[in-house]
């Protein structure tokens, strides 16, 4: 069963950056469409940002100029980039692929908290 293991979360303030990486076991990682996902408080988790196999990214409006994502394949690891962050995007953020895959357990997730 493939592990994620997501780190870079941490408190910052409206406006600052925080990168994201998301390390994968297994040598599929490769094959996938990789996603981040973010869960706040009392709302579903919803899909942020994808990366195809071939790179082809895409992402929400919400995030859309402000968060990049990116992989790595020689290390299973996909990376977040958020810059201008607001504090609506406080959340834990998982990352997995695109669509669910349901034998991958999630992680723990980051805790993304942006507050003044």
């Known amino acids: 069963q493939v592990q994620l293991v997501e780190s870079g979360g941490g408190l910052v303030q409206p406006g600052g950056s925080l990168r994201l990486a998301c390390t994968a076991s297994?040598?599929?990682?490769?094959?996938?469409?990789m996603g981040w996902y973010r869960q706040a408080p009392g709302k579903q988790r919803e899909l942020v940002a994808a990366?195809?196999?071939?790179?082809?990214?895409n992402s929400i409006d919400s995030v859309k100029g402000r968060f990049t994502i990116s992989r790595d394949n020689t290390k299973n690891t996909v990376y977040l980039q958020m810059n201008s962050l607001k504090p609506e995007d406080t959340a834990v953020y998982y990352c997995?692929?695109?669509?669910?895959?349901?034998?991958?357990?999630w992680g723990q997730g980051t805790q993304v908290t942006v507050s003044s």
């Open positions: 997995n692929s695109v669509p669910v895959n349901r034998l991958w357990a």
């Open positions: 297994g040598d599929t990682f490769r094959t996938y469409t």
């Open positions: 990366l195809t196999s071939r790179d082809s990214p």
